[in-house]
């Protein structure tokens, strides 16, 4: 079955840039993307990338792919206090009858220290 | 309405009640789908609902666990009996078409009802 891993958490100076990591295991993902989640509310789509592409840069935001190890990153550069959230990352993958399913990480909770 | 809106945003019930919790998807998207997120865990896959097909279930995790979508918008999901261990943040998304491999089926999740059963 899909597995989707994330460190749970990350710690960065503002100012500084960030990294997420993320992990997964099914070769048939389509699309993977990040979803960021603020305290007290829901999912936030930030990106997405589709699987053909190694590389999508969104102002701040850039995200890398390497699906022959199958691992996913984002960077956000310049991170300020607003960007502390939970940020998860999730696999589109074929879940067999015809049908795509998404796999959510557990989440990399981002700490910035003013 | 601009997002996913549902509702309440908030519910605290006694172990044993029954509850239901409300989701009003974006206009216009056919697919609907139900998540459950407990306190450090990662979304769990409730339940999916496509236009006029039947629902995927298979992520339910009891018979106490239902759900319906009246005339292929609004839906409600409701927990029978409700445990304690059904406390968590229960998230609804939706999406432009269903489960297939384009862009199209990327979901747009709402703000969550966060459910403390005691």
């Known amino acids: 079955g899909e597995d989707v891993e994330q460190s749970l958490f990350l710690s960065v100076r503002e100012g500084d840039s960030s990294v997420i990591n993320c992990t997964y295991t099914?070769?048939?993902?389509?699309?993977l993307y990040w979803y960021k989640q603020e305290p007290g509310a829901g999912l936030q789509l930030l990106t997405y990338i589709f699987s053909n592409m190694d590389m999508k840069q969104d102002q701040r935001l850039t995200v890398l792919l390497n699906k022959k190890d199958k691992h996913l990153s984002l960077r956000i550069a310049d991170t300020q206090t607003g960007d502390s959230a939970i940020y998860f990352c999730a696999e589109k993958a074929y879940s067999g009858a015809g049908s795509y399913q998404l796999t959510f990480g557990k989440g990399t909770k981002l700490s910035v220290i003013p | 309405g601009a997002g996913v809106s549902q509702s309440p945003s908030n519910k605290v019930t006694e172990k044993g009640k029954d509850v239901e919790l409300r989701c009003d998807p974006i206009?216009?998207?056919?697919?609907l789908y139900w998540y459950r997120q407990s306190l450090g865990q990662g979304l769990e896959f409730l339940i999916y609902f496509q236009g006029n097909s039947a629902p995927d279930k298979s992520g339910l995790p009891s018979d106490r666990f239902s759900a319906e979508r009246t005339g292929g918008s609004v839906s409600t999901l409701t927990i029978q009996r409700t445990q304690q261990e059904d406390s968590a943040v229960y998230l609804c998304?939706?999406?432009?078409?269903?489960?297939?491999?384009?862009?199209?089926?990327?979901?747009?999740f709402g703000p969550g009802t966060r459910l403390l059963v005691l």
């Open positions: 998304a939706s999406s432009l078409t269903g489960t297939g491999k384009g862009i199209g089926e990327t979901q747009y």
């Open positions: 099914d070769s048939s993902s389509t699309y």
């Open positions: 206009s216009g998207h056919t697919a």
